[in-house]
């Protein structure tokens, strides 16, 4: 329930889910008010602190200047903390954390692979990325096997741990194949049935509703 002491967020990013499709999740299943800019670019570009996007603005609620920060990875642990889903437990949190920074690797792996030019950059490229994503779907299918295959990948709810993953192979079946022709059918063999149970777990998620039909049903696209 938002109250009047909850604050609101503008989410500042491009029209594309990439590095801000975690926050979209985040704020809709914190059921806080948030809207969303899409600021001219280049010109907006110096006028951000980091001169990158995303970026947040927490807006504030008794008159003191506004509470605005970078980086993808810091927004979405400072949400995940602020509305419950990282466990206070420094612990459990990291095991959640870690997803997202295994993640972070996936991703290098998929730009290094694009940008490689020569037949043979391109060979070792490939065999990294396979490596690298095979590890992470492998150690990710295991971590939901380990939690009883409800759908988490931690406890019995929606956790931080869920949304990135989640928010990570939408981007690579959705999101990217306007960037990266054929990640999509490259993605989609390899992903196992414990991730796509995680999927539609997250897309039934009643709070998640708004979010998850803008950017398309990811259920619908992959299936065992
Ligand atoms: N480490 C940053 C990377 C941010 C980033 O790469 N942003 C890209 C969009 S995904 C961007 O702003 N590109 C435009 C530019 O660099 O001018 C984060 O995780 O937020």
New binding site residues.
């Given amino acids: 329930m938002v109250t009047t002491s909850t604050p609101s967020y503008i989410l500042r990013?491009?029209n594309?889910l990439?590095?801000?499709e975690s926050i979209r999740l985040l704020l809709t299943a914190a059921n806080v008010e948030w809207t969303e800019e899409h600021p001219e670019?280049?010109q907006e570009?110096p006028n951000?602190p980091?001169?990158?996007?995303?970026v947040l603005i927490e807006k504030s609620t008794d008159g003191s200047p506004d509470f605005v920060i970078?980086?993808?990875?810091?927004?979405e642990r400072y949400l995940a903390r602020t509305y419950g889903f990282l466990p206070a437990d420094l612990k459990k949190a990291a095991l959640q954390e870690q997803v997202r920074d295994q993640m972070?690797d996936v991703l290098a792996a998929f730009v290094v692979s694009g940008r490689a030019i020569s037949d043979e950059d391109k060979k070792a490229a490939q065999k990294s990325l396979d490596e690298i994503f095979d590890k992470f779907i492998a150690v990710q299918s295991k971590n939901i096997q380990n939690n009883g295959n409800t759908g988490h990948l931690f406890g019995d709810s929606l956790s931080y741990a869920d949304i990135v993953l989640y928010a990570f192979i939408k981007n690579m079946v959705i999101g990217f194949e306007k960037f990266k022709p054929g990640v999509s059918d490259y993605v989609k063999p390899k992903v196992t049935p414990e991730i796509i149970k995680l999927i539609s777990t997250v897309e039934a998620d009643p709070k998640l509703a708004k979010v998850v039909l803008k950017s398309g049903n990811l259920s619908e696209v992959i299936t065992v």
């Fill in positions: 990013y491009f594309l990439g590095l801000a670019w280049p570009k951000q980091f001169g990158r996007l995303p970078c980086e993808s990875g810091n927004i972070a």
